[in-house]
């Protein structure tokens, strides 16, 4: 058994187009998006056509949500809604909160909260690892050994005392950003590549590989550029904000 799993592609179709070449070229069939797929000043139409495929099983991030939401003065989420179709606004409300397997579980931010980071804890001194208990407390009601999230960008796997495992497989299409809530904070991969992950079955063990794979990023920093998002502009060229 072998998987994929993508996350946060924020419109950037070649970020997406690189990591979906080099999935096929491993034999991977199966892959799982965790979300916040088309949201950003670049490409999501385009995204969007990609993500259609039919083994590619994708989930609702707050991102996504965000779309369908009708009064914002946020100038990105206008920029991307003023592109929707009734098929695009159609398939992002259709998308589940979550999925799951016997194996695995995908989920966006935590089982029950698309905003708060699973892994993460912010506060003045920046972004921690929370600590086990934490962790635990947030996915008590998963069975699931393996469990998938996003949200932060930020490639991790944790191990936790109850033999679970976490996944976060990081950013296809934007390695940093900053944000206001719930303080200002920023999140940086610190390198410019597009990241996903692999999960394999040998035996009775998982092999868990994380990987950040080279694109050309020239037409989405001119799309920032363009849009007036410098913040993804330096984001998508160095991996820091």
Same mark, same amino acid.
């Given at each position: 058994?072998?998987?994929?799993? *993508? ?16 999935? @096929?070229?491993?034999? +991977?069939?199966? +892959?799982?998006?965790?979300? =916040? ?21 994708? *989930?609702?991030?707050?991102? =996504? ?7 914002? #003065? ?16 159609? &398939? ?7 999925? @799951?397997? =016997? ?11 698309? !905003? *708060? ?9 920046? #972004? ?50 900053? =944000?206001?809530?719930? *303080? ?6 610190? #390198? ?13 063990? &998982?092999? +868990? !590989?994380?990987?950040? +794979?080279?694109?050309?990023?020239? !037409? ?11 913040? &993804? ?9």
């Amino acid at each position: 058994m072998k998987i994929a799993i *993508i996350a946060d592609v924020h419109g950037n179709k070649d970020a997406l187009q690189a990591v979906l070449t080099d999935i @096929q070229n491993r034999g +991977i069939t199966t +892959i799982y998006n965790l979300g =916040d797929s088309l949201y950003g000043p670049l490409f999501p139409l385009e995204t969007y056509n990609l993500l259609r495929k039919p083994n590619i099983q994708s *989930i609702k991030g707050n991102c =996504d949500r965000i779309l369908l939401e009708q009064d914002t #003065s946020n100038s990105t989420v206008q920029y991307v809604q003023n592109l929707l179709t009734e098929e695009l606004r159609t &398939w992002i409300t259709n998308l589940p909160t979550y999925l @799951q397997t =016997d194996n695995f579980y995908f989920c966006h931010g935590t089982p029950t909260n698309d !905003e *708060i980071y699973l892994l993460e804890e912010i506060s003045s001194n920046g #972004s921690v690892l929370k600590k086990p208990e934490k962790i635990m407390d947030l996915v008590s009601d998963i069975p699931q050994k393996l469990i998938f999230c996003a949200h932060t960008h930020i490639p991790r796997v944790v191990y936790l005392p109850n033999n679970k495992i976490i996944i976060n497989p990081g950013s296809v299409g934007l390695p940093a950003y900053e =944000d206001e809530l719930p *303080i200002y904070h920023k999140m940086e991969s610190g #390198s410019p590549f597009a990241n996903y992950a692999i999960v394999t079955k040998q035996n009775e063990d &998982w092999l +868990i !590989e994380q990987l950040h +794979i080279p694109y050309n990023a020239n !037409e989405a920093i001119s799309a920032s550029q363009k849009n007036g998002r410098l913040d &993804w502009a330096r984001a998508l060229k160095t991996g820091r904000i």
